[in-house]
């Protein structure tokens, strides 16, 4: 089994390119992973759906990742790096070998990677597909991320019957009022869905109202 050391990832629970990491993302400092060479299509698999791991290969992996944590070492249960031979993926899995989180490494460190692996042969490992995952159809994590706080406080709005804040909104975006709440709401609900030239106006709308 081969290693990587001193490398940074950024766990979420959901894939991010290194370039959308936001400052407040909690960044592991990572003394040394392991690392796997697989095929093409185990390697999408894996890093675009939820899968659990067979034993066998939690055996392999347990705790033989470490982290660097407030000046000591610490070692994380199931962790580990996949590549393709062409890109590289972080795993971490729960307790019960489901991947949770993933992260992608940064690209100096995923060209040091590459290079390592490059003459290495690929590894069998052995999984399942438990949950499919719906692509974002190539949003960025700015979109998805207030297309969640869009959502929330437009469900909020609809739920406490507000109909004037309802009908406020429509005529900011489409310059005409709406005869119920329910047709308001709908409406709006598709502006947010299809990410169009209203989603920053409704976006600035709610921040300025969710900080008074």
Request: hydrophobic content about 35%; charged content about 30%.
């Amino acid at each position: 089994m081969s290693y990587i050391y001193d490398v940074l990832v950024n766990f979420q629970k959901e894939y991010y390119d290194f370039f959308e990491w936001n400052k407040n993302d909690n960044i592991y400092h990572i003394r040394k992973i392991p690392i796997f060479k697989i095929n093409n299509a185990e390697y999408k698999n894996i890093k675009d759906n939820i899968v659990k791991f067979e034993q066998k290969f939690l055996n392999l992996i347990n705790l033989k990742t470490e982290q660097f944590k407030q000046n000591n070492i610490s070692k994380i249960k199931y962790c580990f790096i996949i590549s393709n031979g062409k890109e590289a993926i972080a795993i971490k899995l729960n307790k019960n070998a489901v991947t949770t989180h993933k992260s992608d490494l940064l690209p100096n460190e995923t060209d040091d990677l590459l290079e390592l692996i490059k003459l290495e042969k690929e590894t069998k490992i052995n999984f399942k597909i438990i949950k499919t995952k719906t692509p974002n159809n190539f949003k960025t994590r700015f979109e998805i991320e207030n297309e969640k706080f869009l959502y929330e406080q437009l469900d909020k709005i609809y739920k406490q019957n507000n109909f004037q804040k309802l009908n406020y909104l429509c005529l900011e975006c489409f310059n005409k009022e709406e005869k119920n709440s329910k047709n308001a709401y709908l409406k709006l609900k598709e502006e947010i869905k299809n990410t169009n030239q209203n989603f920053q106006k409704l976006y600035n709308i709610f921040k300025i109202i969710t900080q008074k």
